[in-house]
């Protein structure tokens, strides 16, 4: 039962959601707003109402509450100043909580996934935007301005239109910057170095001016130590003279093998014996010496090759000459979608083609796919609204049967025969004719209560999308809209795909599954297992060999095939989300959504590539070809 009397003295608390039964009381149910509160009500007949502290509310059937305010302490390193210094950063973000009911039901989307939202769960949302938003500050100012200057005025309009878009997705608004602290301990380090070579420099001089006055008031004794180092250097010449006298009897009064044994440098001196042996062979000799270098030169590059190959796990792989390659690499940035060409040599960072719908009014795009129909490539786009059908420079929208409350968008869209399907959580299978013409609701009753439903993708005539806990197929062919499902996931299905005779998903909990096809009440344990949610799935074949690749924010991206013992990790300094990948690249987007990591399949310890976009990419799809 949920502890609504608690709620107002728990700091690490900031929202909570209640059912009616958790109000006190036997029969007449009241809630009471506690001071410094808001409340989000769901009344009978779908009517919704937000209440100010203090106020109070007998009609309701669930709810929330939500501090007015919340306050985040954070320390990060925010990159690097103007003159390449790293630089540190501690703050107080101050956010109040919007009091409109749209916004409210927009942090309780956003946050309220378990019932309840803490501190620590807030400022793990904002961090990232934070993180960016302070290394494009940074970055335009030097060390010494961050950590000597007072920087609040800057950086509260900084940080206030940096913050927007997380402040509108989550329904709160940037109130305060609070006693912002840079600190560098390079530019510390640097500082004490300048105040210390100063510092050494002034002993210095005034070491020379006392040099130089002893010199003038003691001229006998400067004439004495002349002196006494010219008896030296006479002494010294003496000795080696000797020594070389005493190497040339032993060597039988050869003067060059005496004067190579004077020499202080070892490696020049076997150098030097070494030619001397060598004048001193047979032709056959010196030639068998050749070879026998040329035998450990070869010897030492087996070894380096050797070397190089053990850093790979798993398998040695090779490129093959029949793998995919990458056509265009698609990121879903805003209200664009910008293609690119990892493979080109030069400006690979720079779009090939950008496809914009700015002036659509279908809202933020969600995802991206490209289909061919009518032996043409179209870019199809999923929005907040609908989906977008593009080819060149002509645009067809295609809006949804009702335009759904919240902000989210169509997560997935495919082509068959004639037709457009896409999936979204709030509206369902959504069917278009792709000549144009009005959407209709699939399988509206078998999805009815089934939860987020994703994915969307036609192999062989049969549809396949996830609902719930379930991935589930249509026959397209014959028209039948009783769906066949893969049941066996103990968690809601994140993301799926179909590869040969297999549907292969992950789930929220981390976990993944697959089935046969012909038997979809039979989900094998696929035997990796992550600590976060699958965020992306998808299959590729690697130097021939096929591979599922896993996306689920970790610091890898895991290429794997567990039935023929096949893993391979792909590292990166940032947590990783979305994937995709063909046979030269796979690519990976930074939980932040700013950067498009590109590893070379064979070689795992770092990308080949980033590219870096100016706004969060929201999905990434990658259309090979031979």
């Not at 020594?243 to 004077?262: N, P, Q, T, V």
């Not at 014959?478 to 066996?488: A, F, Q």
Request: glycine share 8%; charged share 30%; hydrophobic share 35%.
């Amino acid at each position: 039962m949920t502890d609504i009397a608690a709620f107002a003295d728990a700091d690490d608390l900031f929202a909570l959601q209640f059912q009616r039964s958790d109000l006190p009381g036997l029969i007449s149910k009241k809630l009471t707003v506690p001071a410094g509160s808001l409340a989000l009500v769901y009344a009978e007949g779908d009517e919704i109402k937000v209440l100010a502290a203090g106020e109070e509310c007998t009609d309701m059937t669930k709810g929330m509450l939500v501090k007015q305010g919340i306050e985040l302490d954070v320390e990060l390193e925010s990159g690097r100043s103007s003159d390449g210094l790293p630089v540190t950063v501690k703050l107080q973000l101050a956010l109040a909580t919007r009091d409109k009911a749209l916004d409210l039901g927009q942090l309780e989307q956003s946050f309220l996934r378990d019932g309840k939202a803490t501190r620590e769960e807030v400022r793990t949302l904002f961090l990232p935007y934070l993180q960016d938003a302070l290394r494009f500050f940074v970055g335009e100012r030097a060390a010494q301005d961050l950590v000597e200057k007072d920087q609040r005025s800057a950086l509260d309009g900084h940080l206030g239109k940096q913050l927007e878009k997380p402040c509108f997705e989550t329904g709160l608004q940037l109130t305060e910057v609070r006693h912002p602290r840079f600190r560098s301990e390079s530019y510390d380090e640097r500082r004490a170095a300048d105040e210390e070579a100063s510092a050494e420099a002034q002993r210095l001089q005034r070491e020379e001016e006392l040099a130089e006055m002893r010199k003038q008031l003691d001229r006998k004794a400067l004439l004495a130590d002349l002196e006494l180092k010219d008896e030296a250097n006479r002494t010294r010449k003496e000795q080696r003279l000797a020594r070389y006298e005493e190497l040339r009897s032993k060597m039988g009064d050869d003067d060059r093998k005496a004067l190579i044994m004077m020499l202080d440098d070892d490696a020049k001196r076997a150098e030097l014996i070494r030619e001397l042996i060598e004048q001193d062979m047979t032709p056959e000799q010196r030639s068998q010496l050749k070879v026998s270098e040329m035998e450990s030169a070869i010897e030492e590059r087996l070894k380096e090759m050797q070397a190089k190959l053990a850093n790979l796990t798993g398998s040695v792989a090779l490129s093959r000459e029949n793998d995919s390659v990458t056509r265009r690499v698609l990121c879903v940035v805003g209200k664009r979608v910008l293609a690119f060409d990892p493979k080109t040599n030069l400006h690979p960072e720079v779009p090939k083609e950008v496809y914009d719908t700015d002036e659509g009014g279908l809202g933020y795009l969600r995802s991206v796919r490209v289909e061919t129909i009518d032996g043409e490539d179209y870019v199809l786009c999923g929005a907040q609204r609908g989906i977008y059908k593009v080819h060149g420079s002509q645009r067809v929208e295609f809006p949804f049967p009702h335009e759904p409350s919240g902000k989210g968008g169509a997560n997935a869209v495919c082509y068959f025969d004639g037709h457009i399907y896409a999936t979204h959580s709030e509206v369902g299978l959504v069917e278009w004719p792709a000549a144009g013409g009005p959407g209709r609701v699939l399988c509206g009753d078998a999805l009815d209560g089934a939860g987020s439903v994703r994915g969307a993708q036609v192999v062989k005539g049969m549809l396949y999308f996830s609902a719930g806990n379930e991935v589930l197929s249509l026959d397209l062919a014959t028209g039948n809209e009783t769906p066949l499902r893969y049941r066996g996931s103990d968690d809601s299905i994140t993301s799926f795909t179909v590869y040969r005779d297999e549907v292969v998903a992950g789930n929220r909990s981390g976990k993944l599954y697959r089935w046969k096809l012909s038997d979809p009440n039979s989900p094998e344990s696929f035997g990796v297992m992550k600590k976060n949610p699958i965020f992306m799935l998808r299959n590729t074949e690697i130097a021939g060999q096929p591979y599922f690749v896993i996306g689920s924010k970790d610091f890898t991206v895991t290429a794997c095939e567990p039935k023929k013992d096949l893993y391979r990790d792909y590292q990166a300094r940032e947590e990783v989300r979305w994937v995709d990948a063909a046979g030269d690249f796979v690519f990976g987007v930074s939980r932040s959504g700013y950067k498009v990591f590109c590893w070379d399949p064979l070689r795992q310890s770092e990308p080949k590539l980033t590219i870096r976009v100016s706004d969060k990419v929201q999905d990434l799809f990658v259309l090979r070809e031979s």
